[in-house]
């Protein structure tokens, strides 16, 4: 099997662990849960959980535990698409090529939906102690959990965002967003992956490098794409970045400049991977698919 | 000192204590931490976090693991409270005297800020595995706090709230809105108490039982004042229930049966807390306070 057979293998097994968490559309509550299951169900590359799988087999992980942490972080990632969706936000009406969840279901079941989510995120991994017998290794699942999504992690990031826009802003509050905004979570996927499995704490710091690296290459190739790509390709507007007035890597260092740093950071994160001496050929070729995405 | 000057003195006991755990409003993630912290600090009767304490300590306990969830039960409440004042739900422009959240912060930060507040809950209990040697209890605590607060608890109750304004509703459907959107969060207060001290499995259902006729007594006791007062004295629009044509015990089985119920509530509660054994007289006044509360 080639790469992307592979790839697609797993996503599928990724999808078939994380949806077996979803609640069942009942009782008095059945809309919310129509809504949250709508929006968790509308595809995506499952990344998160993918990953976080992928760091706990590496390290030789191979209890249920970990299912538990994958919809967890899947149901984050989704919240926050739900509420930044919202008109008070970005405000969009499609998100791949479906009706975002506040469109179908009105603004206050999207939003209600989006704090379902959330809390479920922690119900679920809390669940947990029920199979795996080290509480102390899932608290700091939990507490990891909860700083990379918290204000310290993704919702800080998002609230410098909601700041910037229309602004110029320096180099380290735009750095600062990104590694809020779109590496924390994949930090929190990949650390909580490995510490689950028994990682040593210096390697989890370098499964956390790997993750920051990741995810501001993705991202700055993100804002490449967003100038490069046409609307077809990438299934939103072009330029959107422009349109808003965004600051991003590449209107604050160029084109050349963007491309070298994801390059450099691509590179990093490759040579911390071998440094940890396991076989992860899969991981490679998935973070290199990643950062040189064409679309 | 008579029962409302040691009311106060615990009041002020919880206000110090769950405001050590708030975070410092700081880094480029400011305006939300802002956010969150004013809402926080607006004020409200801190019952939830009290009431834990009193049960808390109804058994014996005497650690600092309980403040971990005194200051969590409230960032969820005060969590709700900010989702629900938004534009798309209840929209409302004043809370205690004061501003809204989003009407001084902006519909996003508001947004923004309640998905602070919920994480942050999580964030804190978790912190708690790192001073309480009992870390099973803890995983049951944050199971009770995920399930009473989430689609089976709170949020269960608002989707059906804000799905029959304007309607005529059952019986049961309006006792599922009361039990889960205004009792759900006392249930865990209570029951979290108990459970952190040691209370047996026995104690915590009486303990569940109290509490679920505290919240529905409460909440009808509310429907009662909301036709009878003047809007000086409870400080919203008076008759805003019937405004919204909404659906209430009053309006269901009329004043003289909502009264009884409150009656036969309060007694089955105060009969509950007795059969316990143990020294209660303040928490028995409370309840009653509260329940036979003109405003």
Avoid: W
Wanted: hydrophobic residues 40%.
């Amino acid at each position: 099997m080639n790469f992307n057979e592979v790839l697609d293998r797993k996503v599928k097994e990724t999808e078939k662990i994380i949806e077996g968490y979803l609640p069942r559309e009942t009782g008095y509550q059945k809309t919310v849960i129509e809504a949250m299951n709508y929006s968790f169900k509308s595809g995506g590359k499952r990344l998160r959980p993918l990953f976080m799988r992928e760091f706990y087999m590496l390290f030789g992980g191979g209890k249920k535990v970990i299912e538990y942490f994958m919809a967890a972080i899947e149901m984050i990632h989704t919240y926050s698409l739900i509420h930044d969706d919202l008109p008070a936000m970005d405000n969009d009406e499609y998100r791949r090529g479906r009706k975002t969840t506040h469109i179908v279901y009105g603004e206050a079941m999207g939003i209600l939906a989006g704090d379902g989510l959330l809390n479920l995120a922690f119900e679920t991994v809390s669940n947990s102690f029920d199979v795996f017998d080290n509480p102390v290794k899932i608290g700091k699942a939990i507490q990891i959990l909860g700083k990379k999504a918290g204000i310290y992690g993704m919702i800080g990031g998002q609230c410098a965002d909601i700041e910037s826009e229309g602004k110029d802003i320096a180099q380290d509050k735009l750095m600062f967003i990104h590694l809020k905004k779109t590496a924390a979570l994949l930090e929190a996927s990949m650390t909580i992956g490995a510490l689950l499995a028994g990682a040593s704490d210096n390697e989890i710091e370098i499964v956390e490098q790997i993750a920051q690296d990741v995810g501001l290459a993705f991202q700055i190739q993100d804002d490449i794409l967003d100038v490069v790509s046409t609307t077809e390709e990438l299934g939103k507007p072009v330029g959107s970045d422009e349109k808003n007035q965004k600051t991003t890597f590449v209107t604050m260092a160029g084109f050349e400049e963007a491309a070298k740093e994801v390059e450099r950071l691509s590179k990093r994160a490759q040579d911390n991977l071998s440094a940890l001496g396991k076989e992860s050929s899969f991981i490679s070729e998935l973070i290199g698919s990643l950062i040189n995405r064409k679309k």
